[in-house]
């Protein structure tokens, strides 16, 4: 079952995909940015994925595009599991939101978004959400050092 | 206690009087603590251990969590603290009345542990003043009653001035 | 007092003022009880009544993925069990196995069974403290010390096998950091039967307790349609009554071999979440005594030099060994280039590690997938409807934990 789920969306989206590839038997697909919500909505509707795990993204600075942003999906109906890859330039970090699709990107887009600074159009609330107001910087890029506090208390002594 | 000599006379016994109120404060200072539990992350497995029936805080007088800062007078950070919850603790420390007195509990709230990076404050004694450090990850309740006790003995020998410079 | 700058707030609210007449805003957290101390919740209140929620979390953010981009693979074991803390072991075995896909490893027939029955008995200890702990919050300090109790013996039995009570850093890449010793499966029985007193008790002063059917019934109800699209996973999920659970659906480790039934409940509620806990126990436990009786003897990690620590023994007299020791520990074990992502089951639900790997012994970038993150994300959903009071047993039934969810 798991076989023909992850045949039939390499057949569906294959052509249209910059890359497909099996990665330790999760389906991984690299899309250019811009279908990247009509890719989700088929992956939805079309064959069942119908939780959305994460969003997270990955940094490689010396490579332009430099991001590439994340997605894991599940299917609770056949038990596969797909990652969704997009790659967008520091200069313009801005994918579609998934938050019309699922309720579950609200957070997971706001993290990716502080964490890296990839913006997400259509949604609305992107404040930080593991990091404080006042914050500057995206610390999960590789630029960022890791040992730079910004403390908003001011220190004894 | 009999009315001893005019302190005009001999100034010691004024000080025999402060001493033994000191020390009967103390020990009624020390035996009913309340402690505000100021609780982060996985220390409170072994905060939850050592307030119940095997390692009992009970018997020490600390048993009864008094979740106002206005109503405690031990504040004990159990846990990272990071810097969006500095504040947070800073605000919780100056609500609270004097006497009080703070334990960093737990090797995240002693030095930020081994969490050395932007988001965790190392060590809450950057913000506010501690009088007991309980080291470990997360301590065994053994030394977490120790280092109880050793506060206890502390505030037994401490002084107890009525009126303070505060007043 | 001298004037002092005020301290700043390190949140931005969704809402300051209340939209209705008559309303309230009100301010919970982030020091607060009910809510573990690290998530506060911006409120507008209708004499008791909930109307909107604004959840923040992130108080506990301590960077662990800034961390694991700096330390060796095996320096990360210790940051990975401290995520969610109240069942460690799960989250030791989730990463090592993610790292051992990767290297292509697999492990030792004994080392699955072990994994597998030192997962369920963290998975035991998790629903202990959740339970104890949302049972405290309503006024059962019987029961939570009936559960705590329970709970002690059984970190003291994990330290006479890891040496740690509560975060055990046991898990190796290729395996365990040791063996079982002698007498601990005999222990292992006596706790077992100690549970069965224990949790007995529990249930006969709360299951038909009238007062915690009035707090629990149909309070903090989800649907689970909605459920899946927040993405809510584990116990939750499974009181909706969707019987979606990972160790059956996609066995890992031993589970396919194992008899066990996956719990479910009826409306969503807190008592189903509480419910499905304390079933969820009694399978654990009967998935312990079975593995106790199918763990084969054997070597408990792989005999692999690119992962594994050779003996003691060997490192002090032959200098190959030597070499391998010092290398496994400075520059750490050498894992091919490439990603993965594997799930288990864990306390709370789908416990995710995306790893990305360059080669060498240090991950280019670690992330976890936190069912408590997403389950908060989902909250406000559980309590907006219901008074107060309600946010205390409905946040304890979650069981959101500081460090899954903000890592």
């Known amino acids: 079952m798991s076989v023909g789920v992850h045949d039939r969306v390499a057949a569906r989206w294959g052509a249209q995909a910059l890359e497909v590839a099996d990665s330790h038997g999760t389906l991984a697909i690299l899309v250019e940015p811009a279908r990247l919500a009509e890719v989700a909505r088929s992956l939805k509707d079309e064959f069942g994925f119908n939780l959305l795990l994460d969003v997270t993204a990955v940094d490689w600075p010396e490579r332009t595009p430099r991001f590439d942003v994340v997605y894991h999906f599940y299917s609770t109906r056949d038990f596969v599991r797909v990652r969704l890859k997009a790659r967008v330039p520091v ?63 001011p220190y004894r002594k | 206690m009999s009315a001893g000599p005019q302190s005009s006379r001999s100034p010691g016994a004024l000080e ?65 603290v990071t810097h969006k919850q500095a504040p947070v603790l800073r605000r919780v420390y100056e609500q609270m009345c004097e006497p009080k007195w703070v334990i960093a509990f737990g090797a995240c709230a002693t030095s930020g542990g081994f969490y050395q990076n932007y988001a965790a404050l190392a060590g809450i004694d950057k913000i506010i003043p501690v009088d007991l450090y309980i080291p470990g990850c997360p301590p065994r309740p053994e030394m977490v009653i120790d280092g109880i006790m050793k506060l206890q003995d502390r505030i037994a020998r401490d002084r107890h001035p009525i009126l303070t410079e505060n007043f | 007092m001298s004037a002092r700058p005020p301290l700043p707030n390190p949140i931005r609210a969704a809402f300051t003022g209340g939209e209705h007449e008559g309303t309230t805003v009100v301010n919970i957290g982030p020091s607060h009880p009910a809510t573990h101390g690290t998530v506060q919740i911006v409120a507008e209140l209708s004499g008791e009544r909930i109307l909107r929620a604004d959840v923040h979390c992130g108080y506990l953010h301590r960077g662990f993925e800034k961390e ?22 799960i989250n030791d075995f989730a990463y090592c196995e993610a790292v051992e896909r990767l290297m292509g490893i697999e492990i030792t027939p004994r080392c699955r069974y072990l994994r597998t029955l030192l997962a369920e008995y963290s998975r035991l200890a998790d629903h202990l403290t959740c339970t ?142 509480y419910y499905v806990r304390m079933r969820e126990m009694d399978e654990s436990v009967h998935m312990i005594r079975q593995l106790v009786d199918l763990l084969p003897p054997g070597p408990v990690s792989v005999d692999d030099r690119r992962c ?41 639900g789908e416990l995710g590690f995306y790893i990305v790997s360059t080669g060498g012994g240090v991950p280019y970038k670690v992330h976890v997938r936190a069912p408590s993150f997403v389950h908060v994300g989902a909250i406000h959903r559980m309590l907006e409807g219901y008074q107060l009071a309600d946010l205390v047993p409905t946040f304890g039934s979650v069981n959101m934990i500081g460090g899954e969810c903000d890592r």
């Open chain 3, 308 to 348: 594994t620590l050779p003996d003691k023994r060997l490192v002090y007299t032959e200098i190959e060994s030597l070499i391998n020791h010092f290398k496994l520990i400075i520059d750490g074990p050498q894992v091919p280039a490439g990603e993965v992502y594997t799930a288990h089951e864990g306390a709370n």
């Open chain 1, 91 to 153: 200069d313009a970090p801005v994918v579609d939101s998934l938050v019309p699709l699922y309720n579950s990107a609200r957070f997971a887009e706001r993290e990716c978004h502080e964490m890296y600074g990839i913006e997400f159009r259509g949604n609305a609330d992107l404040r930080p959400i593991l990091l404080y107001e006042g914050f500057v910087g995206h610390p999960l890029r590789k630029d960022y050092p890791k040992h730079r506090e910004q403390p908003l208390v």
């Open chain 2, 16 to 80: 025999y009087l402060t001493t033994k109120k000191d020390e009967f404060v103390g020990w009624a200072r020390k035996f009913s603590l309340f402690p505000y539990p100021f609780v982060t992350a996985c220390c409170a497995m072994e905060f939850m251990a050592v307030s119940s029936s095997p390692y009992d805080t009970d018997r020490f007088g600390a048993a009864l969590p008094r979740f106002s800062p206005r109503q405690s007078d031990l504040l004990m950070v159990v846990g990272t």
């Open chain 3, 132 to 273: 104890a702990a949302m049972l405290m919050e309503l006024g059962a300090m019987t029961a939570f010390l009936y559960l705590v109790m329970l709970r002690d013996y059984i970190y003291e039995h994990l330290a006479a096998v890891t040496g740690a009570r509560v975060t055990y850093s046991f898990g190796r890449v290729g395996g365990l950091a040791n063996d079982l010793p002698d007498g601990w499966l005999r222990r292992l029985e006596e706790i077992l039967r100690e549970y069965d007193v224990f949790v007995g008790r529990v249930h006969g002063l709360v299951d038909r307790n009238r007062i915690f059917i009035d707090r629990l019934r149909d309070v903090g109800v989800l649907g689970a349609e909605e459920a899946i699209n927040w993405g809510i996973t584990g116990p939750v999920l499974r009181s909706t009554g969707v019987p979606r659970d990972l160790r059956k659906d996609t066995p890992y480790l031993a589970y396919g071999e194992l008899d066990f039934e996956v719990p479910v409940g009826i409306k969503g509620d807190n008592y189903d979440r």
């Open chain 3, 68 to 89: 694991c981009e700096s330390h060796t693979w095996h320096n990360l074991i210790p940051y990975v069990d401290r995520l969610n803390y109240c069942s460690a072991l």
